[in-house]
């Protein structure tokens, strides 16, 4: 079966360069979700889009920004990096339907910033 | 979201069943409570989700307390690859029209041993 995707994998930045991250949901799937997990951390919420409308907002920084696109898949931009910007993102997506929302993850990318 | 509280880490024998609990206290009547597990540096994986009954599925077994302020997470036959932090969450899933993100709390590091 079809997962999320997620590019690229690992990616090595330098302080205030620019990074854009990119996330294909799985086919069918109407929303995303982006995700921050710091080392020894647990994933924090960035920021999710349904229908390609932004839903809802979490911890993420000014100078990120996200959105979805007509064939749903979503790109997360990220600039002027710092160093506490080094984590693995994770997407995620899902079909908003009655209830019971189960979401599925990708494998994440893998930011360095050096 | 209701909060959530779990025992930072556990071990379990191989073979054996491992059982985790959750104490949700402040959960409301229309929250369900989710399970989803991490295996080191891997995207999270969903498990296992109920509002009021216990549930099975082919990963495990969820059982919730009558009173709804508890539930228990039951590998059956845990294998050195159940390894990994458990999960509990507490949402209120998704209402038709709109998306909603689940919220990390400090799991649990289930480490199964030879």
């Known amino acids: 079966a079809a997962g999320v995707i997620q590019s690229p994998r690992h990616l090595i930045k330098e302080k205030r360069e620019t990074a854009t991250l990119k996330c294909y949901p799985i086919p069918r799937h109407d929303t995303v979700y982006w995700y921050q997990q710091g080392p020894g951390q647990d994933p924090q919420f960035l920021i999710s889009f349904y229908e390609k409308m932004q839903s809802d907002k979490g911890s993420i920084p000014d100078r990120f920004s996200a959105q979805q696109f007509s064939d749903y898949h979503s790109e997360l931009n990220m600039s002027s990096l710092e160093l506490g910007d080094s984590a693995l993102y994770f997407c995620a997506s899902s079909f908003v339907g009655v209830g019971n929302e189960k979401l599925f993850f990708g494998s994440g990318t893998q930011l360095s910033v050096l | 979201d209701a909060k959530t509280t779990q025992p930072t880490s556990m071990d379990c024998a191989e073979g054996r069943a491992a059982n985790l609990p959750c104490n949700h206290s402040?959960?409301?009547?229309?929250?369900?409570v989710y399970w989803y597990r991490q295996i080191h540096s891997q995207g999270p994986q969903y498990i296992i989700h109920g509002l009021k009954n216990n549930e099975t599925n082919e990963m495990a077994s969820l059982i919730i307390t009558e009173d709804r302020k508890s539930s228990t997470l039951i590998l059956p036959h845990a294998t050195l690859r159940d390894t990994a932090v458990y999960y509990c969450i507490v949402n209120l899933g998704i209402s038709s029209g709109s998306a909603r993100q689940l919220t990390f709390g400090s799991g649990t590091q289930l480490t199964v041993l030879p």
């Open positions: 402040t959960i409301s009547g229309n929250e369900y």
